[in-house]
């Protein structure tokens, strides 16, 4: 049985797991969380005044970012000891909270750890992937992962698929152009290897895009286990009418939330 302190969470392990959390992947780079820490909980709140000027206008960008630092908080406390459970805004009326994860004492398996490595070694590949394929068992687990967190990940396997995600692209990098004071964002080259696949929801509510974000944590930190190198996409869904065409041409009318892009690291690269 444990004592009285045995079952509260000591605050040097939990700004451990909480810096751990804070290098999960961030939509135009803006981190925007802030954490609040107890004895039994960690609080997760929204920091809107870290949105860059005229991007991510529906705050899709940061829904995603914070819930991937949400499961990159698991991922640390497991490694350390602790079990979580996630309530997902917690208080309606305070629509800046996204979450309460609340803590208990649990069991640290290799697994656990070899994610938390992850937290440090996965880095966001902006280089052609080597033609090396994604290995079939890889991706079906991928595709689990994103499952579990209550969402669903589409592969944009064949050549028809890669060309109309590329037609779609391209028309959302000019419309990105356009606006006023917007950053468009290089996407890179796919080589032979790259597995692309399209991160969607069923809806496109607060909570659902918390959950995508949560999703693509769990892919990304898999991914690097597994080494492969990984990149998100968002900025393709910042134009509202490329997401709709996206939606009813490549994901089954679902509410597309990010393209992962996965392969095999250039030797010497991190992941």
Same mark, same amino acid.
């Given at each position: 049985?444990?004592?009285?302190?045995?079952?509260?969470?000591?605050?040097?392990?939990?700004?451990?797991?909480?810096?751990?959390?804070?290098?999960?992947?961030?939509?135009?780079?803006?981190?925007? +969380?802030? +954490?609040?820490?107890?004895?039994?909980?960690?609080?997760?709140?929204?920091?809107?005044?870290?949105?860059?000027?005229?991007?991510?206008?529906?705050?899709?960008?940061?829904?995603?970012?914070?819930?991937?630092?949400?499961?990159?908080?698991?991922?640390?406390?497991?490694?350390?000891?602790?079990?979580?459970?996630?309530?997902?805004?917690?208080?309606?009326?305070? #629509?800046?909270?996204?979450?309460?994860?609340?803590?208990?004492?649990?069991?640290?398996?290799?697994?656990?750890?070899?994610?938390?490595?992850?937290?440090?070694?996965?880095?966001?590949?902006?280089?052609?992937?080597?033609?090396? #394929?994604?290995?079939?068992?890889?991706?079906?687990?991928?595709?689990?992962?994103?499952?579990?967190?209550?969402?669903?990940?589409?592969?944009?396997?064949?050549?028809?698929?890669? +060309?109309?995600?590329?037609?779609?692209?391209?028309?959302?990098? /000019?419309?990105?152009?356009?606006?006023?004071?917007?950053?468009?964002?290089?996407?890179?080259?796919?080589?032979?290897?790259?597995?692309?696949?399209?991160?969607?929801?069923?809806?496109?509510?607060?909570?659902?895009?918390?959950?995508?974000?949560?999703?693509?944590?769990?892919?990304?930190?898999?991914?690097?286990?597994?080494?492969?190198?990984?990149?998100? /996409?968002?900025?393709?869904?910042?134009?509202?009418?490329?997401?709709?065409?996206?939606?009813?041409?490549?994901?089954?009318?679902?509410?597309?939330?990010?393209?992962?892009?996965?392969?095999?690291?250039?030797?010497?690269?991190?992941?």
């Amino acid at each position: 049985m444990l004592s009285d302190h045995e079952d509260l969470l000591d605050p040097v392990t939990a700004w451990t797991a909480v810096e751990l959390a804070c290098r999960a992947p961030s939509v135009h780079h803006t981190r925007p +969380w802030r +954490w609040r820490i107890g004895p039994t909980e960690l609080h997760l709140f929204l920091e809107r005044n870290r949105r860059p000027a005229a991007l991510d206008p529906d705050e899709r960008g940061l829904l995603l970012s914070c819930g991937a630092a949400v499961h990159h908080l698991q991922v640390a406390l497991r490694a350390v000891g602790w079990d979580s459970v996630v309530h997902h805004l917690p208080h309606p009326a305070r #629509p800046d909270h996204l979450a309460a994860v609340e803590v208990r004492p649990g069991r640290t398996r290799p697994e656990d750890l070899a994610l938390a490595v992850a937290i440090d070694r996965r880095r966001t590949a902006r280089r052609s992937h080597t033609s090396r #394929p994604v290995p079939a068992r890889l991706r079906e687990g991928f595709c689990d992962l994103a499952a579990a967190a209550g969402t669903l990940l589409v592969p944009w396997d064949g050549p028809v698929a890669r +060309w109309r995600a590329a037609r779609l692209a391209d028309g959302a990098a /000019v419309a990105r152009a356009l606006a006023p004071g917007a950053v468009v964002e290089s996407d890179g080259h796919e080589g032979p290897g790259t597995w692309p696949a399209l991160l969607v929801t069923r809806d496109d509510s607060r909570l659902s895009r918390l959950r995508a974000g949560e999703a693509l944590s769990a892919v990304l930190l898999e991914a690097a286990v597994a080494g492969l190198a990984g990149r998100p /996409v968002t900025q393709l869904f910042d134009v509202p009418e490329v997401r709709a065409r996206v939606a009813a041409e490549l994901a089954d009318g679902h509410v597309p939330q990010a393209v992962l892009r996965l392969g095999w690291a250039v030797a010497g690269a991190p992941p």
